[in-house]
Structures are given as C-alpha cells and as structure tokens.
T-cell receptor
Framework: DAGVIQSPRHEVTEMGQEVTLRCKPI?????LFWYRQTMMRGLELLIY????????DSGMPEDRFSAKMPNASFSTLKIQPSEPRDSAVYFC??????????????FGPGTRLTVT | AQSVAQPEDQVNVAEGNPLTVKCTYS??????LFWYVQYPNRGLQFLLK??????LVKGSYGFEAEFNKSQTSFHLKKPSALVSDSALYFC?????????FGSGTRLQVQP
C-alpha cells in the first residue's frame, strides 16, 4: 500500500484565493482525520470522518474552512477565502477501528500551505 | 476532556546513552496511549501504543514505553540513543474526540 496520499505537497497562494487540499486514505481504513500543524499552536485536529460521515468538526477554526469526504477513498479540505494566518502544514491521517480495538493513525506527508 | 502534557520542549542526550522522553496524560476511563515521531518535512510516524496488558510496550526502532497508571505517565525510552533518533516526538491519548496530541518534544542526540 502506498500509504496516505496528500496533494499538493506545497501550495503558495495569495490572500483571498480558494485553496483545496486533497487526501487519499489507506484502502480499507474507515476513519479519516485532518490536522493542522503550526509552530505556535502545535498539532490541532480540525475534523474527522467515520465511514465518510463527519463526526466532529469542532476543531475547524472558521466558516472559511470546510471538509468533505464524498467516498471512502477521497477527502478534501477547502479554505475560502484564504488568509495569511492559515499558513501551516496540513496533515491527513487514516485509521481502522474494529469494536473496542483502536488502531494507530497513519499520516500523510502533509501539505505546506503558504498564504501571502 | 482528555489531555497530554510533554513537560520538556527539548531533550539532549549523547549517542549511546539511554534516553527518556516524558509524557503524562489525563483521560476518563481506560487510556489508549500512543507515541509518534516526526522527522523534518515528514508526516508523523507511529512508534508504539498501549491499549491494555503489559505496562512495558515495545515499538519500532528499539523504542519502548512504560505505562504507569498511578502516575498517569507513559514515558518513551530507548536503552542506547542513535544520532538518527534526533526528531520531534509526540505523545497522544485517545479519547472521545479522536487523538489528542501533546506539544511535542524535540530529541537531539549528539555524536
């Protein structure tokens, strides 16, 4: 398996533009997570899905952020309009949970977003 | 709500010496605990986890972690550090709201 795939790896955009980050989870995993990492705030959970359904989006900072998971193999995180303070590394992760057994999360390589 | 504390921003150790990276947690119910490592410009990589069973958990790259329920700790250890172990280490606890990560500890192993 190729692991969690994220694209693009780097994104530079101007303030006010729409940004779309993409993630392909590991096949067979039923949980998908979006995180944001900054020096100031560390690693923050933004939203997570179970079987393509958003379970908890309380970490999404503002209405400018939205996430979708139209099928088990694809998710997007969209920022519209983008602002300089959105500059961060955005990680996608996936995992498998069966009953009471919790499996570890596998992270993608991240998308480094710079908003100028 | 669950939380994780990593009290040290950075740990310095000489190559060949044992290393410990500290982690304490707070969670209601049984804790599910994890350690991850992040190398520069990479995503987080899973090292090991504690779900139940033996308090000493062995993981990847020779790392192990000791679960201590009375002290609510889950310290990461390695008997002999390598320069290549230099990275950012995150402790995490599973709660109702997925994983909660600590702030991270930068491990620097000097040759």
């Amino acid at each position: 398996d190729a692991g969690v795939i994220q694209s693009p790896r780097h994104e530079v955009t101007e303030m006010g533009q729409e940004v779309t980050l993409r993630c392909k989870p590991i096949s067979g995993h039923d949980y998908l997570f979006w995180y944001r990492q900054t020096m100031m705030r560390g690693l923050e959970l933004l939203i997570y899905f179970n079987n393509n359904v958003p379970i908890d989006d309380s970490g999404m900072p503002e209405d400018r952020f939205s996430a979708k998971m139209p099928n088990a193999s694809f998710s997007t995180l969209k920022i519209q309009p983008s602002e300089p303070r959105d500059s961060a590394v955005y990680f996608c992760a996936s995992s498998l949970k069966q009953g009471r057994i919790t499996y570890e999360q596998y992270f993608g390589p991240g998308t480094r977003l710079t908003v100028t | 709500a669950q939380s994780v504390a990593q009290p040290e921003d950075q740990v310095n150790v000489a190559e060949g010496n044992p290393l410990t990276v500290k982690c304490t947690y707070s969670v209601s119910g049984n804790p599910y605990l994890f350690w991850y490592v992040q190398y520069p410009n990479r995503g987080l990589q899973f090292l090991l986890k504690y779900i139940t069973g033996d308090n000493l958990v062995k993981g990847s790259y020779g790392f192990e972690a000791e679960f201590n329920k009375s002290q609510t700790s889950f310290h990461l250890k390695k008997p002999s550090a390598l320069v290549s172990d230099s990275a950012l280490y995150f402790c995490a606890v599973m709660g109702r709201r997925a994983l909660t990560f600590g702030s991270g500890t930068r491990l620097q192993v000097q040759p």
